[in-house]
């Protein structure tokens, strides 16, 4: 796993190194698609606030069941 990651890591270096050899920065592809940075911001809070909450209740509802289940079980060989 931690070799997937250094892959990755290196892919994600060489390719940033090749957009910003021609020029392209995280700015010019925010403007070019006519976001701001705190629009970025507000979305991925309104999102937590949204989601927060039902994984709250759905968390409520599933432990109790996957532990009883769990419990339950025969014991392994």
Request: no cysteine; net charge positive.
């Given at each position: ?22 020029g ?17 911001q ?36």
């Amino acid at each position: 796993m931690l070799s997937g990651f250094m892959k990755l890591a290196l892919a994600s270096l060489l390719a940033g190194t090749l957009l910003s050899f021609f020029g392209i920065t995280p700015r010019a592809v925010l403007d070019s698609v006519g976001v701001t940075a705190e629009d970025i911001q507000n979305g991925l809070v309104s999102t937590f606030a949204w989601a927060a909450p039902r994984m709250l209740m759905g968390a409520a509802v599933i432990l109790p069941i996957w532990l009883v289940t769990y419990l339950l079980m025969p014991p392994r060989a």
